[in-house]
């Protein structure tokens, strides 16, 4: 139940409920689409990048509160972050999700991000938490020959 | 007078060791049978028996193991041939699963029969399993894949059926029971009205044969595939049933030892069937696996399991109908052991993860059956799914749990 409380915390949960940046971006320099054929969450990442800055940065899709937060929680982390501090970025919250609960990580970076630090007891769950990742990182390679999955 | 003996679901239980265990600290509420079923210790046992005592390979020696092994895994075929009503053993084929037995049909006789602007009817509730390899055949061949649509409650819409048949349909393969909504389709009739116009049908049977009694000479129903881990027996073996003269006429799929008679550079000859069917050393645990599951089955009776099942639905239908902001995915009059549901505002996986930390197994997704997802126009439902080893007590913790996961989005 501990377990539960952690996953879905309350900042989780708002994300949720009011995701952040949840737009396209008409003026979108790059995008990618993101699946995750487990679940069947779908996502599309929105970016203006200027002179290697993410200058905008917008998503919309369908998915549970964790990828739907972490989505929302992304966005508002890499926007007006160089593309190389974006993509540092997701090796910590990687790191994060997917260390062995109970173990230390990195958090000096990670700020708000840290509230999906739960997921980490939750192996089936770390998908849901870095398809947005994973989408945001095709986008910026484009690398887009097809949607990005978390398989 | 007799009275008809209680289902006594208690005692059914013990026969499946798994549900004693505890998961997350929680008595285990399996709900997730569609998917696979638990398997009975007499399953487990005979797995163990051969091969601790009797395992051999089959049909190739002459001592006494590959004897004993041969019998019983021909013992096993002439279990399900009854189990299905099956006229001869010969048209019960050993498969790796249901997915495996529509392979071999569309690969064999679909490619036989269907030519360049041809078609294939299927309908919009079936699993991706019988879908894709008919869309397969579709593109090699140049054919085209028609679609029997589905109303609002998950039924078929037969009017639409017998309108898309027509001189260039030359395969019909629908699903009996869906294992997304626990619809029962009429397919009796839908095997009869393509008949009229001498199109031979294939029935995915993997949610049916495990909760429904089938006798596929009274469907007259051309082939039957299911899989043994839904009817609580092992993974990794399967049953093609098909009709005599049409395997006869269907090529071969996969060739190799065990299915031929005689073999020199020049010419093979193949063997009768079913090992025309039955390439390389087969699944001989599982389908001695399989054979005890049907024993199993046999002592339950299915027409029993099937009362107490049905039972237990309209219980569970009306429990979740309490629950404000639940909705069912999947209202047929005609259902079977399947409850999908969506709650307002909640992802299924959302709701799958409360629940397992309840202790409650259902599935979450699209239940490979991503076109009728797209039909409801949702992303996914949450599916519990019943066995007859399953309890009202284990409705009502999953009712628990979903009022939980309210509790925790709220």
């Known amino acids: 139940m501990s377990d539960l409380v952690d996953l879905y915390q309350e900042m989780v949960l708002d994300h949720n409920n009011r995701p952040r940046n949840f737009q396209k971006l008409e003026d979108a320099s790059n995008t990618a689409d993101g699946y995750n054929p487990l679940c069947g969450d779908q996502i599309s990442v929105y970016l203006k990048v200027e002179d290697g800055v993410i200058a905008d940065v917008g998503f919309q899709g369908v998915g549970c509160a964790i990828s739907k937060s972490s989505a929302s929680m992304m966005t508002q982390s890499v926007k007006g972050k160089t593309v190389e501090e974006a993509e540092a970025l997701f090796q910590d919250f990687h790191a994060m999700v997917t260390r062995e609960p109970g173990s230390d990580y990195d958090s000096s ?3 708000e991000l840290e509230v999906l630090s ?8 770390i998908k849901c938490a870095s398809l ?8 910026l390679n484009h690398k887009q020959d097809g949607p990005a999955t978390t398989e | ?12 239980r013990k026969d499946f060791p798994i549900l004693n265990r505890e998961v997350q600290g929680k008595p285990l509420v399996y709900l997730d049978n569609a998917a696979t079923s638990q398997k009975p210790q007499s399953v487990i046992d005979k797995l163990v028996s051969y091969y601790s005592e009797i395992n051999a390979n089959v049909h190739r020696g002459v001592h006494t193991l590959s004897q004993e092994a041969t019998d019983e895994y021909e013992g096993a075929r002439s279990k399900v041939r009854k189990l299905i009503n099956a006229k001869e053993e010969a048209e019960i084929i050993f498969t790796r699963g249901t997915t495996e037995g529509i392979n071999l049909v569309a690969q064999t006789l679909g490619v036989q029969r269907v030519g360049e602007g041809d078609e294939v009817i299927i309908s919009n509730m079936e699993h991706h399993s019988n879908v894709v390899p008919w869309q397969v055949l579709c593109d090699q061949i140049g054919a085209h894949l028609r679609v029997v649509p589905i109303n609002d409650d998950g039924e078929l819409l037969m009017d639409e059926y017998e309108k898309l048949l027509s001189p260039r349909t030359k395969l019909v393969s629908i699903v009996h029971l869906s294992n997304a909504l626990g619809t029962i389709n009429p397919v ?4 009869a009205i393509a008949h009229q116009h001498d199109v031979p049908v294939l029935l995915d049977g993997a949610q049916s044969a495990p909760h429904l009694p089938v006798d596929v000479q009274d469907l007259d129903c051309d082939f039957y595939a299911f899989s043994g881990h839904k009817l609580y027996g092992p993974t990794g ?8 003269e049409l395997l006869e006429s269907m090529s071969v799929y996969q060739t190799g030892g065990e299915q031929i008679k005689s073999v020199t550079f020049e010419k093979t000859i193949y063997n009768d069937l079913p090992y025309k069917f039955e390439a390389g050393t087969p699944n001989i645990a599982g389908a001695i696996g399989l054979g005890a599951a049907v024993d199993y089955i046999n002592t339950i009776g299915l027409d029993r399991a099937e009362a107490y099942e049905s039972e237990l639905l309209q219980y569970g239908t009306e429990q979740l109908q309490t629950i404000e902001g639940l909705k069912l995915i999947g209202t047929a009059q005609h259902k079977s052991g399947v409850l999908s549901f969506l ?3 909640i992802h299924p996986h959302d709701i799958g993860t409360v629940l397992d930390t309840q202790g409650i197994a259902i599935r979450t997704g699209h239940h490979c059956t991503q076109p009728l997802m797209q039909r409801f126009q949702i992303p996914a439902t949450a599916r519990a799914s019943l066995a007859f080893y399953n309890t009202k007590a284990e409705i009502d913790a999953l009712v628990e749990g979903i009022h939980k996961t309210f509790e925790v989005f709220s």
């Open chain 1, 109 to 111: 970076s990670l700020g």
């Open chain 1, 118 to 125: 739960g997921v980490c007891a939750f192996p089936n769950r």
């Open chain 1, 132 to 139: 947005a990742w994973h989408t945001l990182t095709a986008s």
């Open chain 2, 1 to 12: 007078m007799t009275t008809k003996p209680v289902f006594d679901v208690e005692a059914v």
């Open chain 2, 188 to 191: 009796k009739d839908i095997v």
């Open chain 2, 237 to 244: 073996i399967g049953i093609l049933y098909g009709k005599r």
């Open chain 2, 343 to 345: 709650l307002e505002g």
